[in-house]
């Protein structure tokens, strides 16, 4: 893993940004906005909003992000990017009946997870409803390690079996299938004809963008990791600004050349 902000960072940057339909995409949480206590007040500094708004009016942007689409769309209210949601499955790309599917899996797994309430909210849990997907929350739990044994017992339960992603303090729990963010990404530069991109990702669900065997893609983490798929790193969540001012700059610069 090497520094983005370095200089070879830097030269495979300006290559990037002169591509024609080149495609700069950001998660959400813990990559354009801090990750906070309360999941309901993550949103973007100011700053940070200016230098994305200032780069989807130059470039091709998206926003994926495991919120849902709902969620989502007012935390970046004004800014022209593409937006996904749910981990991949919300967006652009899939058919009514894979929704379709994904949803009545939800409330299957909902009805489960009822009966299992008492003993989630009793180890600080909260189950946060997506409609296409699950989030269990433990940020608040008093002892981690109780509530990820009770998130744990009761996905266990849950049928059809989901696919399980794990998070900061967070277990997402989504329909199995070939949606995620990397099939997102893809279908993203398929549909914008993207011949290069940057994805820049923080977390777990992240990995399914990371590890892509896609070389078109700069794969960014935020944070340096030694179990990752991502080839660059970005020392700190902070450094985002940075980043974004840096890509608008340099797209100026190659659009007037
Ligand atoms: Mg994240």
Redesign the pocket.
């Known amino acids: 893993m090497r520094d983005l902000l370095s200089a070879p960072g830097k030269r495979v940057l300006d290559r990037l940004v002169g591509q024609a339909g080149a495609l700069f995409a950001f ?5 354009l906005a801090r ?1 906070v206590q309360d999941r309901h007040a993550a949103g973007l500094t100011e700053t940070t909003r200016e230098a994305l708004q200032a780069l989807a009016v130059v470039a091709s942007t998206a926003v994926i ?2 919120r849902s689409l709902e969620d989502l769309r007012p935390r970046v209210d004004g800014i022209p990017a593409h937006l996904i949601g749910n981990h991949g499955l919300e967006g652009l790309h899939a058919s009514e009946r894979v929704m379709q599917q994904a949803k009545d899996c939800c409330r299957a797994w909902l009805k489960s997870v009822a009966k299992a309430e008492e003993d989630l909210i009793r180890v600080g849990v909260v189950v946060e409803d997506k409609l296409y997907s699950l989030t269990f929350h433990y940020r608040q739990a008093c002892s981690p390690p109780a509530a990820r044994e009770a998130i744990f017992h009761t996905v266990s339960t849950l049928s059809p079996a989901p696919r399980l992603v794990l ?2 303090a967070v277990v997402n729990v989504i329909p199995s299938g070939n949606l995620h963010k990397g099939s997102a990404m893809l279908e993203l530069m398929h549909q914008l004809r993207s011949s290069a991109a940057l994805y820049v ?3 777990d ?2 990995e399914d963008v990371f590890s892509l065997p896609d070389e078109r893609i700069v794969s960014v983490r ?1 944070g340096r990791k030694v179990a990752t798929a991502a080839q660059w790193y970005l020392a700190r969540q902070s450094q985002i600004g940075l980043l974004l001012q840096y890509l608008t700059e340099a797209r100026a610069r190659a659009l007037s050349a």
């Open positions: 998660d959400f949480d813990g990559t990750i992000s495991g998070g900061k990702g923080d977390d669900t992240d935020v």
